[in-house]
């Protein structure tokens, strides 16, 4: 599946429940933030040992998939109500954050551009 059609569906399938009234910006921003939460419970209270295994599992890999799915509808469909196209915005992100962590200052480093 492509994502014009990944689009498409996100949007039919939202408009079949007529559910556009409930997700102004502010609403879809606080269901990214919910369903980044949930993601993040998965991983709660485990060590990187455990959380490394637990990918591994096959019913915790599909609830993790599950998780970051949300995270993608909501994305899709808040950048199709703002009218902005989600893979040049990402495109535009990439080269911003190129700028601000450049390899020769940044490679392997963990830190924030601003300690750089």
Excluded: C
């Amino acid at each position: 599946m492509q994502l014009d059609e990944l689009i498409a569906k996100a949007l039919k399938f939202r408009e079949e429940r007529d559910w556009k009234q409930y997700h102004s910006a502010k609403n879809i921003a606080l269901s990214i933030s919910l369903e980044a939460a949930e993601l993040l419970e998965i991983f709660q209270w485990k060590t990187d040992d455990e959380a490394k295994k637990l990918v591994n599992d096959p019913v915790q890999h599909e609830n993790i998939a599950d998780e970051l799915s949300d995270i993608l509808l909501y994305a899709i469909l808040m950048a199709n109500d703002l009218n902005i196209n989600i893979i040049e915005a990402a495109d535009k992100k990439i080269d911003k954050n190129a700028e601000k962590y450049p390899t020769d200052k940044d490679k392997g480093k963990a830190i924030k551009y601003t300690e750089l």
